[in-house]
């Protein structure tokens, strides 16, 4: 692994890559088509999360009570993207031996490395995605391969059926027609039963692009979509994924210079921790 320390380590993490959960900086900013600028977000996620208390009272658990590691950011630069991508993959592979990988970033198409990892690891695996986008076009700008094109891949190497999608609302009418096919796929954020006890069979990666959140929550972001939950609204989704086999997350999408009052990377950092000790902490 090619990793950078952190000059600014996450709230209450040591720098290592073993613990029971490791942050990873994936400062991926190759393909952004709107506004570019991802690549600053893990850093600024990580100096946002000192505004934050390492304790989380609606789980009752407390930062200071985890093996928290952080890794550092991996070193991207001059990579093309397929580089950058085989570097993410092999990265989280090997992270996520030694713990639960939470990736910060940095654009979206970097999920489809580190779920890959998973996915060769733990064939069962699962894609839980929370984004306003669809991210299923098979094509996009003239590039096969991208931030809005990630998603396609999965579903074309893995399957469609094996992609939840929540908060979905903006898309071409061909990515609706093909969202069609996937397990589940909805502008809201309900898991209806039969969804969730299909996530329960096996591991789950848990997707969140930052964009899933409505403009006023989240604005600091390459392409805000009106119409999206509210902060508390998020959370509250990921809490009621508590007793699903969560084997790897991540937070993307966070641009930071469209993110004056740093509310972004604040909401950013807040589910960091609340992912962290809700997947990552023993007896979880």
Do not use: N
């Not at 505004?51 to 001059?78: F, H, I, K, M, T």
């Not at 902060?231 to 469209?258: F, I, K, N, Q, T």
């Not at 009052?261 to 909401?267: D, S």
Request: aromatic share 4%.
């Amino acid at each position: 692994m090619s990793l950078t320390p952190p000059s600014v380590p996450f709230l209450a993490s040591r720098p290592a890559t073993e613990g029971q959960v490791v942050l990873v900086g994936a400062p991926l900013d190759l393909t952004e088509s709107f506004r570019a600028g991802t690549r600053l977000a893990p850093q600024r996620i990580r100096q946002a999360s000192d505004v934050l208390e390492s304790y989380s009272p609606r789980l009752d658990r407390d930062l200071v009570d985890l093996r928290l590691a952080d890794a550092g950011d991996l070193d991207l630069d001059g990579l093309s993207l397929p580089e950058a991508l085989a570097a993410i993959e092999a990265t989280v592979a090997q992270i996520r031996r030694a713990g639960l990988p939470v990736l910060l970033g940095g654009e979206h198409t970097a999920t489809l490395a580190a779920f890959t990892a998973l996915k060769r690891a733990l064939p069962g695996t699962m894609l839980l995605h929370l984004d306003a986008h669809l991210d299923l076009r098979a094509a996009y700008q003239g590039e096969a391969l991208g931030h809005a094109t990630w998603l396609y891949h999965v579903g074309r190497r893995w399957g469609f059926d094996q992609i939840v999608q929540l908060g979905v609302r903006s898309g071409t009418r061909e990515e609706y027609r093909l969202a069609a096919t996937c397990a589940w796929s909805s502008p809201g954020l309900e898991l209806p039963a039969r969804v969730r006890e299909q996530l329960a069979r096996g591991p789950v990666y848990v997707s969140i692009d930052i964009d899933v959140l409505d403009p006023a929550c989240a604005p600091g972001t390459g392409c805000p979509e009106p119409g999206g939950p509210r902060y508390d609204e998020l959370e509250g989704l990921l809490h009621s994924l508590a007793g699903l086999r969560v084997v790897g997350v991540d937070v993307m999408e966070v641009l930071p210079e469209a993110d004056p009052a740093g509310i972004t990377a604040v909401a950013a950092a807040r589910l960091v921790r609340e992912a962290a000790l809700l997947f990552g902490h023993e007896g979880s």
